[in-house]
């Protein structure tokens, strides 16, 4: 399954998308695209680790489509304020994935 990083849950306000077939890829890309949009020759650890908590499975469009609607739920629900985009995706990723196991369990 691809893998998937937007640069914007880990830097608020870069657009930039990686995609790769593991992790690795990934975090290459990731490296690459810090060192020249980012100016960071280094990755310091604390980045590093909000990157690999950032990648994502590239999920089915109609999946991703429920988790992005649910994650906008979750931050009207929380007054509108910024900075915690990637975890309402993570909250609403959780309840489906919830709702999904409960559902194929029935």
Same mark, same amino acid.
């Given at each position: 399954?691809?893998?998937?990083l ?8 870069? !657009?930039?998308e990686? %995609? ?9 890309? #990731? /490296?690459?695209?810090?060192? !020249?949009?980012?100016?960071? %020759?280094? @990755?310091?650890a604390?980045?590093? !680790?909000k990157? %690999?908590?950032?990648?994502r499975?590239?999920? /089915?469009? $109609?999946? $991703?489509?429920? @988790?992005? &609607?649910?994650?906008? $739920? ?10 915690r ?8 990723? &959780? ?6 196991r409960?559902? #194929?369990?029935?």
């Open positions: 399954m691809t893998k998937v937007q640069c914007n849950d880990v830097i608020p306000g870069c !657009s930039f990686m %995609r790769g077939d593991s992790e690795a890829d990934v975090l290459r890309k #990731a /490296a690459e695209h810090a060192k !020249s949009a980012h100016n960071m %020759r280094e @990755i310091p604390d980045v590093l !680790s990157v %690999r908590g950032a990648i499975d590239k999920a /089915a469009p $109609e999946l $991703e489509s429920r @988790i992005r &609607a649910r994650a906008y $739920e979750l931050y009207e629900q929380r007054g509108k304020q910024d900075g985009a990637l975890d309402d995706w993570c909250q609403a990723e &959780a309840e489906l994935t919830e709702q999904k409960r559902h #194929a369990a029935a």
